[in-house]
Nanobody
Framework: QLQASGGGLVQAGGSLKLSCVVS????????LGWFRQAPGKEREFVAT????????NYADSVKGRFTISRDSVKNTVYLHMVSLTPEDTAVYYC?????????????????WGQGTEVTVSS
């Protein structure tokens, strides 16, 4: 139900834009989020957007560098990442929350995509 894409290898300072197509039936009234998991680490919150698309929230580590957005016509959520650093290297997952408001709480998300890998070289 969720198909993420856009990952790849990029040099430090570069940018990438991730996309995730979400089933309209699954997510039209739900918040959407991006999480990431680096090797050997726990999955962590990156960004979230509410069902209207106007309310967003970001992890401190990505504020000012990442932008989350959603297109309800295309049923797609995006994560635009700039000024990437090697610390951003991870598998990035899109997810659908059970609730309409944006949330950073992993346990509130009940649908997950398969992940797209981002590698930032120094």
């Amino acid at each position: 139900q969720l198909q993420a894409s856009g990952g790849g290898l990029v040099q430090a300072g570069g940018s990438l834009k991730l996309s995730c197509v979400v089933s309209k039936r699954t997510a039209s009234n739900n918040a959407l989020g991006w999480f990431r998991q680096a090797p050997g680490k726990e999955r962590e919150f990156v960004a979230t957007v509410g069902w209207r698309g106007s309310n967003t929230n970001y992890a401190d580590s990505v504020k000012g560098r990442f932008t989350i957005s959603r297109d309800s016509v295309k049923n797609t959520v995006y994560l635009h990442m700039v000024s990437l650093t090697p610390e951003d290297t991870a598998v990035y997952y899109c997810a659908v929350s059970r609730y309409s408001g944006p949330t950073s709480r992993l346990e509130y998300y009940n649908y997950w995509g398969q992940g797209t890998e981002v590698t930032v070289s120094s």
